[in-house]
C-alpha cells in the first residue's frame, strides 16, 4: 500500500485548575504522549499505540486521536484521507493530567500537520476545535501553548493568554495507581457556592498568578481553594490526606485536575525533594513521583523531512 503525507506530534500532560482557577488556570508540564500518523491510499484506519492505555483505547476510527483529526478536517471542508497512527503514550490516564486533552490536541495537530500547504489552521482555530471536543479550555489551552495559561470564553469563542513561569517553580506530581473519573469528579461540586467562597477564591487566583510569575514564595498561600477540591475529597480520599498532609508541612500541595494525582508547586527544587520524601512516609499505597519540568513549547508537530510547523 501506498503513503503519503507522514507527520510526527508531541504533546505535553497539563495540570489544571492548580488550586483556586477551577476551570481557568492550566500548566503544561514535562511527559509528553507522541505520535506518528501517515496518509494512507485508502480510507482505512489503522492504530498502533504502545504505553498508557495500550490495552484499553480503540484501535479504529473511534480513537479520540482520529476522532480529533477527523473534527479538523471537516471543519474546513476537505475529506479526511486513511490513516495509519502509531501513538507511543506516556501521560497517565484517568489521572488528572490532562490525558483526553493531550489526545484531543495531537489529533488536531497531525490533522494540521497533513493539510500544511492546503489550508492552514492557526491558533485560535485549534483551540476552538479543542475546546469544542474537550469541553472546556483549561488543559487544552496549555497542552497546545505550553506554560502557564488563562483560558476563558467569550461571545467569539474560547480565548487564552500564555505566561511564563518562574524558573524558581519546581513541580511535583505524585501519580496513584487508581484512577478517577473527570465527570464523576465534576457532579459531587455544588451548582452555587456562597458568595464568601466565591469571592475566595477570586482573591487566590488573582495572587496565584503573582506567585507562579513573581514570586514563588506565595505559592502556599495562593494555592487555597474553596471552589472544588474539598467537595471531592471524599471520593478519594488517599488524595485528600496527601494533600492536607502536605499542605501542613508548608507544601503548596493542589489536586491535579480532576484527580487523583496530586501536583506540588514546589519554591524550588530543594523544597521538591523535601515534598518527595515526606510523602512517601504517609502514603498507604504506591504512588509514582515525578520530578518535572514546566513544558514552555507546548505541542509540535513536524513532517518527516523535519520541518516543524507553527502552532
Known amino acids: 500500500m501506498t503513503t503519503g503525507r507522514r507527520v510526527a506530534v508531541r504533546v505535553p500532560a497539563t495540570s489544571a485548575n ?8 492550566g500548566l503544561a508540564v ?43 478536517f471537516e ?3 476537505v475529506r479526511m484521507p486513511g490513516v495509519r497512527l502509531e501513538a507511543k503514550n506516556v501521560i497517565p490516564h484517568g489521572r488528572g493530567l490532562g490525558s483526553s486533552g493531550a489526545a484531543v490536541v495531537s489529533g488536531l495537530l497531525a490533522a494540521k500537520g497533513l493539510l500544511q500547504g492546503t489550508v492552514d489552521i492557526g491558533p485560535e482555530t485549534l483551540l476552538k476545535l479543542a475546546t469544542e471536543l474537550e469541553g472546556h479550555p483549561d488543559n487544552v489551552a496549555p497542552a497546545l501553548f505550553g506554560g502557564l495559561t488563562i483560558a476563558w470564553v467569550d461571545e467569539t ?15 511535583l506530581v505524585f501519580v496513584p495507581e487508581f484512577t478517577m473519573s473527570t465527570s464523576v469528579a465534576r457532579s459531587l461540586q455544588p ?24 514570586s514563588p514564595e506565595l505559592l502556599l498561600a495562593a494555592t487555597e481553594d474553596k471552589l472544588h477540591q474539598s467537595y471531592r475529597a471524599a471520593a478519594i480520599p488517599e488524595t485528600d490526606r496527601l494533600v492536607r498532609t502536605l499542605r501542613s508541612e508548608g507544601f503548596a ?5 480532576a484527580g ?3 501536583l506540588v508547586l514546589a519554591d524550588g527544587p530543594g523544597r521538591r525533594l523535601e515534598a518527595a520524601k515526606l510523602a512517601a512516609s ?29 502552532t
Do not use: C
Open 18 to 25: 492548580l488550586g483556586p482557577g477551577f476551570d481557568t488556570l
Open 30 to 72: 514535562s511527559v509528553y504522549d507522541e505520535l506518528v500518523v501517515t496518509e494512507l491510499d485508502s480510507e482505512r484506519v489503522e492504530v498502533e499505540v504502545e504505553g498508557e492505555g495500550a490495552l484499553e483505547v480503540p484501535r479504529d476510527a473511534s480513537h479520540l486521536v482520529v476522532r480529533a483529526m477527523a473534527h479538523a
Open 75 to 77: 471543519s474546513v471542508g
Open 157 to 171: 469563542g474560547p480565548q487564552h493568554k500564555k505566561l511564563l513561569v518562574h524558573r524558581g517553580v519546581s513541580p
Open 191 to 214: 451548582l452555587q457556592v456562597s458568595r464568601e467562597d466565591a469571592v475566595f477564591n477570586v482573591s487566590r487566583s488573582a495572587l496565584l498568578i503573582a506567585a507562579l510569575t513573581q
Open 253 to 257: 500541595a493542589v489536586v491535579s485536575g
Open 260 to 262: 487523583p494525582s496530586v
Open 282 to 310: 504517609v502514603v498507604d499505597t504506591p504512588w509514582e513521583a515525578l520530578m518535572l519540568a514546566v513544558d514552555f513549547k507546548g505541542g509540535t508537530v513536524r513532517g518527516a523531512e523535519g520541518a516543524t510547523f507553527d
